[in-house]
């Protein structure tokens, strides 16, 4: 199989869950094209997913000893770290990217999200808006500033920012679904399911949208439509950042089935 052909089966297997899959076309590939960074890299994102993020670690930590520096790995690695909460390691990672002009302002957003996953939101809106001063059109600031005002209760200044998000990227599932959240908490359903479903016509896999969708077939007593729903977003939703929502809809889950 060629880079590009093993490249895309394995980003399928992801697709579709099967880490086990991927894995195991990843490793190969590796073995065949040993000096391509970006092949390295998926092969470490799906380890990752699949629970092994030491051995995704060990594999970043010694393709960077090897080769030094390169922002695909240094944000692969910074990552991993961050998924490991070892948060001052991911920092320093992403530091490195500070002065590499195509990847500044991705790496004040992720400094900004350890942030909020260290010691909450206070220190973090100061990275977000750095890294849209870099780049007006940084489409993970906007989504993140957004989650900040969400978090704090102001809503319409969350809506003002993921509609700046869509408006950046119009293909943005994430955006769609957090425009969804916010509706759902103005009680807005109907806009809401409306822009949860786009958000999953976009990217099927976009877990915050399949959480609000099972919020809505909460509230309408569709006991089953929810559960699938839930079962869905605790499936595909990994971020450290998310760590107590995912125990607070596992327990809204139990409660549902009678468990």
């Keep these: 199989m060629t880079l590009e052909e093993i490249t895309a089966v394995a980003l399928d297997h992801m697709e579709q869950g099967d880490y086990a899959a991927a894995i195991k076309l990843l490793e190969q590939g590796c073995k065949q094209f040993s ?40 944000f692969a690695l910074g990552d991993e770290y961050f998924a490991k909460q070892r948060y001052a390691q991911a920092v320093e990672c992403y530091r490195q990217m500070l002065s590499e002009a195509d990847a500044a302002a991705e790496a004040n ?35 993140s500033l957004g989650d900040l005002f969400f978090e704090s209760g102001h809503l319409q200044q969350a809506k003002n920012w993921y509609q700046r998000a869509m408006e ?29 479903r786009q958000a999953l ?38 971020s450290p950042i998310a760590a107590d929502l995912i125990v607070e809809v596992g327990a809204v889950l139990k409660g549902l089935k009678g468990d």
């Design 35 to 74: 000096e391509d960074d970006d092949l390295l890299v998926l092969y470490a994102e799906a380890l990752g997913a699949n629970g092994a993020e030491d051995k995704a670690i060990a594999l970043l930590e010694q393709r960077l000893k090897k080769n030094g520096p390169s922002t695909e790995i240094l």
């Design 201 to 238: 016509e976009l990217d099927e896999r976009c877990a915050p949208a399949w959480l609000t969708l099972g919020y809505l077939h909460m509230d309408a007593d569709e006991v089953e439509e929810a559960c699938d729903c839930f079962e869905r977003f605790l499936a595909l939703e990994t």
């Design 168 to 196: 950046i990227d119009p293909q943005d599932a994430e955006a769609y679904a957090n425009m969804a959240d916010v509706l759902y908490e103005q009680q807005e359903q109907d806009s809401a399911e409306q822009h949860a």
């Design 109 to 143: 957003v992720r400094i900004g999200l350890v942030q909020i996953a260290e010691q909450g939101c206070e220190k973090a809106e100061e990275y977000f808006h750095k890294a849209l001063q870099i780049d007006e059109n940084c489409l993970a600031a906007a989504n």
